[in-house]
């Protein structure tokens, strides 16, 4: 069906080149390469019109076969000395070409340009006026045109390949977020466990923990690889206070206090709200594990605000081992939202705040 689109959508573009071929007033009027006397129309030009202008709406679906037809109907339209409008469709379909042709790039424009040289010699022949210099000048308006179209794919490649750069950043920032808070939360709870071998109950509860962020670590990571999945269009999110009970169980002292209620339309927003808490928590826990940490979330009519603030030292660099891509992902995550973000030290400890447009 998509390709049937893109077929229908070129289609009036070459039905417009037909009707402006049998224009009486356009007749003559197009290129006219030689310069050779003009003849009437017949059913041979009726044909050569057609087959000039239609190949036009398979450009991007058949762009060599499109091509090719397209460069022998114009060398009969030229031979025969018919000079329709028709022929403008010949610059049209070398663009065309140059822009969606995907195998035999570099062979194509030689191949074209061998055939140009007998098209050339045979109108020479036939008494052309044009000389080597008209001929010469015709082939690098036509050079042009397939630059033209070399440039505009390349433009498209380029900018293909920054979405997929910038695509790569975000799961790895998500990768970052999910992996780093939950294997930090792992971790703190390994360390504690080896000092509660004298306290078998305390143990159990605290690998058992252990064992449920392994498993919440696994539930996300299966939810962020379904993002790649191109059917699949929401936004990775979590609940708030799943993620508070976890870092609790993982020892750290935490308060939270949600006011208002999430907007329909807040999906992105809160993700990102979710992040920023998830990231500070998981700071919490590397820094100054069982340090009071409070949590606050106001869900406003047109934004979020979020404010974390950790008693003790917490780390401006915002991830665990201090690579620095946390906060730093999530200044970069709320700037796109056009929101303001914010992570600093205080005298009551280490404060990180969000406004997220919603």
Not at 41 to 51: E, G, H, P, T, Y
Not at 127 to 133: H, Q, R, S
């Amino acid at each position: 069906m998509k390709r049937l689109d893109v077929t229908v959508r070129d289609l009036p573009l070459a039905l417009v080149l037909i009707v402006a071929s049998a224009v009486p007033a356009l007749r003559d009027k197009g290129t006219q390469l030689g310069d050779l006397p003009a003849r009437p129309f017949d059913l041979l030009a009726v044909a050569v019109i057609a087959l000039e202008c239609l190949p036009l709406a398979g450009r991007r679906r058949w762009p060599a076969t499109s091509l090719i037809v397209v460069v022998a109907a114009f060398a009969v339209d030229q031979l025969r000395g018919y000079h329709t409008v028709a022929g403008s469709a010949l610059p049209l379909a070398l663009m065309s070409t140059a822009v969606y042709l995907e195998h035999h790039r570099r062979l194509t424009p030689v191949l074209l340009s061998t055939a140009y040289i007998p098209l050339a010699l045979a109108l020479d022949r036939q008494g052309a006026a044009e000389g080597p210099v008209g001929f010469i000048t015709f082939y690098l308006l036509l050079a042009t045109a397939w630059g033209l179209g070399a440039w505009v794919r390349q433009s498209r490649v380029a900018e293909a390949e920054r979405t997929r750069t910038a695509e790569r950043t975000r799961i790895a920032r998500e990768l970052h977020d999910v992996v780093t808070h939950h294997v930090t939360a792992m971790v703190v709870q390994a360390e504690a466990a080896r000092y509660l071998t004298a306290a078998p109950d305390r143990l159990d509860q605290t690998l058992t923990a252990v064992a449920d962020t392994g498993r919440r670590a696994i539930s996300d990571l299966r939810h962020l690889l379904d993002l790649l999945n191109p059917d699949h269009t929401t936004e990775p999110r979590g609940e708030l206070r799943d993620l508070i009970e976890q870092t609790q169980r993982a020892g750290q002292p935490v308060e939270f206090v949600e006011e208002g209620t999430p907007a329909e339309s807040a999906g992105s927003a809160e993700a990102t709200a979710y992040r920023v808490v998830q990231e500070a928590l998981t700071n919490a826990l590397k820094y100054a594990h069982g340090s009071r940490t409070a949590v606050h979330v106001h869900h406003r009519e047109r934004e979020i605000m979020v404010e974390i603030i950790t008693d003790g030292p917490g780390s401006s660099s915002g991830s665990v081992g201090g690579s620095g891509r946390g906060l730093t992902g999530l200044r970069e995550r709320v700037d796109m939202l056009g929101g303001e973000f914010s992570a600093r030290h205080q005298k009551k400890g280490f404060v990180v705040t969000a406004r997220i447009p919603a």
